[in-house]
């Protein structure tokens, strides 16, 4: 009922950037949060970055420490739309990187729903 397309993962050097885009569409009401999450491999996935959407919190931002200050995850409400520039990257920034959109469905009851994108590599060579 809601599907998430990623783009914007790949391959760079060791202090380069990137951008990431995930793009939600389908019975969507609203949405309440939306993240960004990484899975290293042997490691478990964590949550990289997230934003509020809606209410008093809108906007809110919450970082891992490990990315403060080099991350920026973003939100194009019209478009249904989240966004993490990724400026200094770290070849401990490999991973495969999900976005994540919860939220509530058009449909009686405005049922909840948490879904994730397939995920896009992101390669920091050194």
């Known amino acids: 009922q809601v599907q998430l397309v990623e783009s914007g993962g790949g391959l760079v050097q060791a202090g380069g950037s990137l951008r990431l885009s995930c793009a939600a569409s389908?019975?969507?009401?609203?949405?309440?949060?939306l993240g960004w999450y990484r899975q290293a491999p042997g490691k478990q996935r964590e949550l990289v970055a997230a934003?509020?959407?809606?209410?008093?919190?809108?906007?809110?931002?919450n970082y891992t420490d490990s990315v403060k200050g080099r991350f920026t995850i973003s939100r194009d409400n019209a478009k249904n739309t989240v966004y993490l520039q990724m400026n200094s990257l770290k070849p401990e920034d490999t991973a495969v990187y999900y976005c994540?959109?919860?939220?509530?469905?058009?449909?009686?009851?405005?049922?909840?729903?948490?879904?994730w994108g397939q995920g896009t590599q992101v390669t920091v060579s050194s």
């Open positions: 994540n959109v919860k939220g509530s469905l058009v449909f009686a009851g405005r049922p909840s729903f948490n879904s």
């Open positions: 389908g019975s969507i009401f609203s949405i309440n949060a």
């Open positions: 934003i509020s959407s809606g209410g008093r919190t809108s906007g809110r931002t």
